[in-house]
């Protein structure tokens, strides 16, 4: 029967329901080729299901990383409820999808939407895991990092956080390298060195601590020009606090990153990302997000 079942049938069906090229062609193989009953077995198995669920708000999730030789890639995949993010099924799909992005290098998430996974669309694939998940499964942004050097990443807390750092030249250091992604994890860094800050930044930062300085009456009475040079001094917190190399190392704060690196390696760039940083969150309990999930596993 599978050899009767044709394409065009199976794209009618697809355009029908919003189901994936393989599940299309299963119910209609298992329908016989008739398009109502097709159509109703994909409401029985959750696929059309699935596609209704695409318009939910999904703010939770997990970033995932992979490394495939000289190319990395850190991605965010999104689902609703923190209680899925933290399930091996999730987890296995953010996996597959940054294996994916390595292979194919798509140049946007719509360009993702077209390639093939399992035999399928990568659209059809998130569909597919929508329906099998019981939650929205979207693919929010991802970054690709091809090198001559090294890239690194560090997941943290189950893809709450994610890190990915390229090193090039890289002469030594692996251990070294493992720990800057550590730092970016953990201290926040906007830029990489000093020199990358914009004067645009930098003039909005001495604003900022001239008005802080005027309203400070230990600072009354101070002629301009000094009041000036003492935010002049003050810059060099904003660098260390907000540039990687002029950070204090956080396995050793008598040292800065850069004079741990020293010449094993030059860091050329970073991405740090938190999941669902600038997405509208729902607002569910603990109990009623667990009660929501049971009854769906009921289903």
């Known amino acids: 029967m599978a050899e009767e079942i044709s394409a065009k049938l199976v794209m009618e069906l697809r355009q029908k329901s919003g189901a994936g090229i393989m599940d299309c062609k299963k119910a209609l193989i298992d329908a ?22 695409e318009s939910r708000i999904a703010a939770e999730g997990a970033i995932g990383a992979t490394i495939e030789g000289n190319v990395g890639v850190l991605v965010e995949v999104n689902c609703e409820t923190d209680f899925v993010a933290r399930t091996d099924k ?7 999808i940054a294996k994916t992005i390595a292979s ?29 998940i019981g ?12 090198t001559r050097g090294k890239v690194e ?45 914009t004067e645009e930044v930098l003039e909005k ?57 020293g010449k094993k390696f030059n860091v050329v760039r970073f991405t740090r990302w938190e999941t669902g940083e600038g997405l509208e969150k729902k607002s569910n309990d603990l109990n009623a997000e667990v009660a929501e999930q049971v009854a769906s596993m009921k289903k």
């Open 104 to 132: 194919a290098k798509p140049a946007d998430v719509d360009a993702l939407m077209e390639c093939v996974v399992d035999g399928d669309t990568v659209k059809s694939y998130l569909t597919n895991q929508t329906a099998v």
């Open 205 to 261: 930062e001495k604003e900022i601590m001239m008005v802080q300085m005027q309203n400070d009456e230990k600072y009354a009475g101070k002629p301009q020009d000094v009041i000036e040079k003492i935010v002049a001094g003050k810059m060099g917190k904003f660098y260390s606090e907000n540039c990687l190399l002029n950070q204090a190392f956080v396995k050793d704060d008598s040292q800065t990153v850069e004079k741990v690196i």
């Open 32 to 53: 016989e080729g008739d398009m109502d009953k097709a159509s109703e077995l994909l409401r029985e198995r959750g696929i059309v299901k699935a596609v209704k669920k």
């Open 153 to 197: 990443t560090y997941i943290h807390m189950l893809g709450k956080v994610g890190v990915m750092v390229e090193a090039d030249p890289f002469n030594e250091g692996e251990e070294t390298l493992h720990d800057v992604a550590l730092q970016i994890a953990a201290s926040k860094p906007s830029y990489v060195r000093a020199d990358e800050v």
């Open 135 to 146: 939650e929205k499964v979207s693919v929010r942004r991802f970054v690709i990092y091809e």
């Open 90 to 96: 999730f987890l296995a799909a953010v996996n597959t």
